[in-house]
């Protein structure tokens, strides 16, 4: 399922601290389909935290979180699955 995947939404900083942490917490609105936060990915050979699942509709991918805060020095990808533009 991963070779289906595309990746979008980058949300990059500006500093490189290595203590920075990022506090990313799906909530349950979505249910069993909710968003999952991997931490300590290599997305394109860069350390990231990535998010995968959510819910589609259409072309179209909900997420949704009870907290999305990314430190500086730290990336955040959001992984699209085939069909979401």
Partial sequence: ???SLTLSHFIPSTSNQAH????????DTLGANGSVVIPDASV??????LIEGGVQRGVNL???FQEFNVSEGLRVYLANPAGIE
């Fill in 20 to 27: 920075a942490q990022s506090n990313i917490v799906p909530d």
């Fill in 44 to 49: 394109k050979g860069l350390p990231a935290e």
């Fill in 62 to 64: 909900f997420h949704s």
């Fill in 1 to 3: 399922m991963a070779s």
